[in-house]
């Protein structure tokens, strides 16, 4: 507190006097001190004297006072310790930290040790034969001069402690002109002024282009309005001297510019008005809060592009997901459910990021965001979600999924050169009952791919059905990754027959899970889910790997048929390492290319055909050969079957079972046509009864496999079937 007060004291300027304190029981030495120095004029302040005549009048008057400059206090005025005393109640008792304290003593054997002065912050001590006018005078202003130091000091380290707590309030405003009538307000406080003032920061790139962002006073009426449209006058002139100079700049006739910026970055310029007097801020403390606001205006900058760039998409000048997320949720709390979220997706936009360059990719994006946008009301909110998924939110009645759809018929033109696209959209109705945003976006999510997969090029609506789906999926993969790690997956293999000689002439891997609780899981709920997830290029490594080690079992046993089939995914097919996959696996276990088939589906035609070709090729070249597996149940274009480097063709055992049936067995008929025409083998699955078999050898198909043959088995099984029929065995 006392510091304070004694901050206060010169702060105020003028006004006041240096106050000092003479403790004697002595009247004459009272009255000769202020013969000497009262009304003396110190720093353009007069002393003024006050009196205390023992050391109890004393401690209440220094209770009472606490802007003493300086206390004068005869070492043994009733007792020999009564002066030393009394200094110990002025520092700790009083408080009074800044007030300089002065003894006299009558003798000089009488003076405290060092260790008390400088315990006590003892501003000097005299004997009263020294201190002659001249010499008095010189002590009061080495005294008064120490005094005011220290309360600057202290009133500039208040001044900075009030920088600094409210630096954090100031980087917390919302918006520019929120921080300039913050800046306003905390000057206010610093000068310990109420005057008029006012804000201008620099609108756009042109230089000298300021504005009013923030004023109080008589200046509130400019509020918004040009630097330029300001009357003529003290506050307009120091204002465009601060903002050309880049300086502070103190009005002669009173008020006060500041600069606040740095260079080469947007700035603002502040006038304060304070009478010419005003000094309660020194023009170094002036400086050091120039700076701070420079600083917290950069900071505020950069916030702001943090944000911009946190919510912001760059690319395509759009709202990003972040952004999206945070109005769905508030949409939410307001309770807006006759709102639609909508996903779209550009088809078959990686193919032609990797076809035609990032460049073209990045245009692409452009061009569609532009579409998208102008087919849209301006308050519907539309951002990027993803690499090339957009996002719509807004009314039903202003979203229209399929308008959506439609606004891409029309060929985008990139570069000059026309590109047609399709899109495809999955989107969901907030619901009543309010849900995160993000789970929201998980439901469109759901359905944008079940369209991507089932409905390309058009929309569809979230069902509560397709989430449960996609957990139970999600749930499948948590137990696949469990099951691989504790090796529950293994590997059965059937048995494939000629048809007409009844000799072995292969055998299928195939991939099955069984539980811990004996439960197995079919293949076709478990390998499209490995597939979705990037499982399926280890899982088919250790498939490829652990038939091919079988194989080379049965080899040295004398009991192997001429090759083993193993089913390949296309994902696999797609990896870049597949080839030199199926090498090693070959070179571990001393095989040769005849000895492995692989088994394709038709799916494969949707594939890159310079990358299928290629990759295929490669493999016929090592002596591996190539099944289409389940033909006729996907790709409806046959063209595929001319184009790739194919050995056999497998009738899917739906086409097997429908064989009793006379229209059932055109579809088998014309398979085995097709493939005696294209100079493939025929191979049928799903052989259940000896009807099927000769149906099928009837109508041309050279092998099959099936219940009727032999069920799949696992190693050990298998070595026990082939031991038990070497009549099916030939030489390999």
């Given at each position: 507190?006392?510091?304070?007060?004694?901050?206060?004291?010169?702060?105020?300027?003028?006004?006041?006097?240096?106050?000092?304190?003479?403790?004697?029981?002595?009247?004459?030495?009272?009255?000769?001190?202020?013969?000497?120095?009262?009304?003396?004029?110190?720093?353009?302040?007069?002393?003024?004297?006050?009196?205390?005549?023992?050391?109890?009048?004393?401690?209440?008057?220094?209770?009472?006072?606490?802007?003493?400059?300086?206390?004068?206090?005869?070492?043994?005025?009733?007792?020999?310790?009564?002066?030393?005393?009394?200094?110990?109640?002025?520092?700790?008792?009083?408080?009074?930290?800044?007030?300089?304290?002065?003894?006299?003593?009558?003798?000089?054997?009488?003076?405290?040790?060092?260790?008390?002065?400088?315990?006590?912050?003892?501003?000097?001590?005299?004997?009263?034969?020294?201190?002659?006018?001249?010499?008095?005078?010189?002590?009061?202003?080495?005294?008064?001069?120490?005094?005011?130091?220290?309360?600057?000091?202290?009133?500039?380290?208040?001044?900075?402690?009030?920088?600094?707590?409210?630096?954090?309030?100031?980087?917390?405003?919302?918006?520019?002109?929120?921080?300039?009538?913050?800046?306003?307000?905390?000057?206010?406080?610093?000068?310990?002024?109420?005057?008029?003032?006012?804000?201008?920061?620099?609108?756009?790139?042109?230089?000298?282009?300021?504005?009013?962002?923030?004023?109080?006073?008589?200046?509130?009426?400019?509020?918004?309005?040009?630097?330029?449209?300001?009357?003529?006058?003290?506050?307009?002139?120091?204002?465009?001297?601060?903002?050309?100079?880049?300086?502070?700049?103190?009005?002669?006739?009173?008020?006060?510019?500041?600069?606040?910026?740095?260079?080469?970055?947007?700035?603002?310029?502040?006038?304060?008005?304070?009478?010419?007097?005003?000094?309660?801020?020194?023009?170094?403390?002036?400086?050091?809060?120039?700076?701070?606001?420079?600083?917290?205006?950069?900071?505020?900058?950069?916030?702001?592009?943090?944000?911009?760039?946190?919510?912001?998409?760059?690319?395509?000048?759009?709202?990003?997901?972040?952004?999206?997320?945070?109005?769905?949720?508030?949409?939410?709390?307001?309770?807006?459910?006759?709102?639609?979220?909508?996903?779209?997706?550009?088809?078959?936009?990686?193919?032609?990021?990797?076809?035609?360059?990032?460049?073209?990719?990045?245009?692409?994006?452009?061009?569609?965001?532009?579409?998208?946008?102008?087919?849209?009301?301006?308050?519907?909110?539309?951002?990027?979600?993803?690499?090339d998924t957009f996002a719509v939110l807004g009314s039903v009645q202003q979203v229209q999924p399929r308008r959506l759809l439609e606004c891409a018929l029309q060929p985008l033109h990139i570069d000059g050169v026309p590109h047609k696209?399709?899109?495809?959209?999955?989107?969901?109705?907030?619901?009543?009952?309010?849900?995160?945003?993000?789970?929201?976006?998980?439901?469109?999510?759901?359905?944008?791919?079940?369209?991507?997969?089932?409905?390309?090029?058009?929309?569809?609506?979230?069902?509560?059905?397709?989430?449960?789906?996609?957990?139970?999926?999600?749930?499948?993969?948590?137990?696949?990754?469990?099951?691989?790690?504790?090796?529950?997956?293994?590997?059965?293999?059937?048995?494939?027959?000629?048809?007409?000689?009844?000799?072995?002439?292969?055998?299928?891997?195939?991939?099955?899970?069984?539980?811990?609780?004996?439960?197995?899981?079919?293949?076709?709920?478990?390998?499209?889910?490995?597939?979705?997830?990037?499982?399926?290029?280890?899982?088919?490594?250790?498939?490829?790997?652990?038939?091919?080690?079988?194989?080379?079992?049965?080899?040295?046993?004398?009991?192997?048929?001429?090759?083993?089939?193993?089913?390949?995914?296309?994902?696999?097919?797609?990896?870049?390492?597949?080839?030199?996959?199926?090498?090693?696996?070959?070179?571990?276990?001393?095989?040769?290319?005849?000895?492995?088939?692989?088994?394709?589906?038709?799916?494969?035609?949707?594939?890159?055909?310079?990358?299928?070709?290629?990759?295929?090729?490669?493999?016929?070249?090592?002596?591996?050969?190539?099944?289409?597996?389940?033909?006729?149940?996907?790709?409806?274009?046959?063209?595929?079957?001319?184009?790739?480097?194919?050995?056999?063709?497998?009738?899917?055992?739906?086409?097997?079972?429908?064989?009793?049936?006379?229209?059932?067995?055109?579809?088998?008929?014309?398979?085995?046509?097709?493939?005696?025409?294209?100079?493939?083998?025929?191979?049928?699955?799903?052989?259940?009864?000896?009807?099927?078999?000769?149906?099928?050898?009837?109508?041309?198909?050279?092998?099959?496999?099936?219940?009727?043959?032999?069920?799949?088995?696992?190693?050990?099984?298998?070595?026990?079937?082939?031991?038990?029929?070497?009549?099916?065995?030939?030489?390999?």
């Amino acid at each position: 507190m006392s510091t304070l007060h004694g901050a206060q004291a010169v702060e105020q300027g003028t006004g006041l006097q240096w106050r000092v304190l003479v403790v004697d029981n002595d009247p004459d030495v009272h009255a000769a001190t202020c013969a000497a120095l009262e009304g003396q004029l110190l720093f353009e302040r007069p002393l003024v004297f006050m009196h205390a005549f023992s050391g109890d009048e004393a401690r209440a008057l220094l209770l009472r006072e606490h802007d003493l400059a300086m206390v004068l206090i005869d070492v043994v005025s009733e007792r020999a310790c009564s002066g030393l005393d009394l200094v110990d109640f002025i520092r700790h008792t009083a408080g009074l930290r800044n007030t300089r304290i002065v003894l006299r003593t009558g003798l000089p054997g009488q003076v405290p040790d060092l260790e008390t002065l400088l315990r006590y912050d003892i501003n000097d001590y005299r004997t009263k034969a020294e201190l002659t006018r001249d010499r008095l005078l010189a002590m009061v202003v080495t005294a008064v001069r120490s005094y005011k130091q220290l309360c600057a000091v202290d009133a500039s380290r208040v001044n900075l402690e009030l920088i600094l707590r409210s630096s954090a309030s100031l980087l917390e405003t919302k918006d520019a002109c929120e921080f300039a009538s913050a800046v306003l307000i905390q000057l206010s406080a610093l000068l310990k002024v109420e005057g008029d003032g006012l804000v201008c920061a620099q609108r756009g790139e042109r230089v000298g282009d300021y504005c009013v962002q923030a004023a109080t006073g008589r200046f509130g009426e400019f509020t918004g309005l040009p630097l330029a449209l300001l009357p003529p006058g003290p506050a307009l002139n120091l204002l465009e001297a601060a903002m050309n100079g880049r300086c502070n700049v103190y009005g002669e006739h009173g008020g006060l510019a500041l600069h606040i910026g740095h260079k080469d970055e947007k700035d603002i310029v502040v006038f304060v008005d304070v009478p010419t007097t005003h000094s309660a801020l020194d023009p170094q403390l002036l400086d050091v809060l120039c700076a701070n606001l420079s600083t917290l205006l950069h900071n505020r900058g950069l916030l702001g592009r943090l944000h911009d760039s946190a919510y912001h998409d760059p690319l395509v000048n759009l709202p990003n997901r972040s952004h999206f997320i945070e109005k769905v949720n508030e949409c939410e709390r307001q309770g807006m459910d006759d709102y639609i979220l909508a996903l779209i997706d550009i088809d078959d936009f990686s193919a032609t990021n990797d076809m035609m360059g990032h460049h073209f990719g990045d245009r692409l994006l452009e061009k569609v965001a532009r579409r998208l946008q102008d087919s849209l009301p301006s308050d519907v909110l539309l951002a990027r979600l993803g690499a090339d998924t957009f996002a719509v939110l807004g009314s039903v009645q202003q979203v229209q999924p399929r308008r959506l759809l439609e606004c891409a018929l029309q060929p985008l033109h990139i570069d000059g050169v026309p590109h047609k696209v399709s899109l495809t959209c999955g989107y969901v109705l907030l619901p009543k009952a309010p849900q995160p945003g993000a789970d929201l976006i998980k439901d469109a999510t759901i359905a944008l791919k079940r369209a991507k997969r089932d409905h390309r090029g058009q929309h569809l609506r979230y069902a509560d059905q397709m989430g449960t789906e996609a957990r139970a999926r999600a749930v499948l993969l948590s137990k696949l990754r469990e099951a691989i790690e504790k090796q529950q997956l293994f590997l059965v293999y059937q048995p494939q027959l000629n048809l007409d000689t009844q000799q072995l002439i292969g055998l299928e891997a195939l991939l099955r899970w069984r539980t811990e609780d004996n439960r197995f899981i079919p293949p076709d709920q478990f390998i499209p889910v490995a597939e979705h997830s990037g499982l399926i290029l280890a899982l088919g490594q250790w498939v490829l790997s652990t038939a091919c080690a079988t194989m080379r079992e049965l080899l040295d046993t004398g009991l192997a048929p001429r090759r083993m089939a193993v089913n390949v995914s296309t994902v696999q097919l797609q990896d870049a390492g597949f080839f030199d996959l199926v090498r090693a696996a070959l070179a571990a276990n001393g095989l040769q290319g005849r000895h492995l088939e692989l088994e394709i589906t038709e799916s494969v035609a949707a594939l890159p055909t310079k990358l299928l070709d290629s990759t295929l090729c490669a493999l016929r070249a090592e002596g591996v050969s190539i099944a289409i597996d389940d033909f006729g149940t996907g790709y409806s274009s046959l063209s595929y079957l001319e184009r790739l480097p194919l050995d056999r063709i497998k009738i899917d055992r739906s086409f097997t079972r429908q064989l009793g049936d006379p229209h059932g067995a055109r579809i088998a008929e014309m398979v085995a046509e097709l493939g005696r025409k294209l100079g493939l083998t025929v191979l049928a699955e799903g052989i259940e009864d000896a009807g099927a078999w000769q149906a099928l050898l009837a109508m041309g198909c050279q092998e099959g496999q099936g219940y009727h043959i032999a069920m799949p088995m696992d190693k050990a099984e298998l070595i026990h079937w082939l031991g038990r029929h070497p009549e099916r065995l030939r030489a390999t």
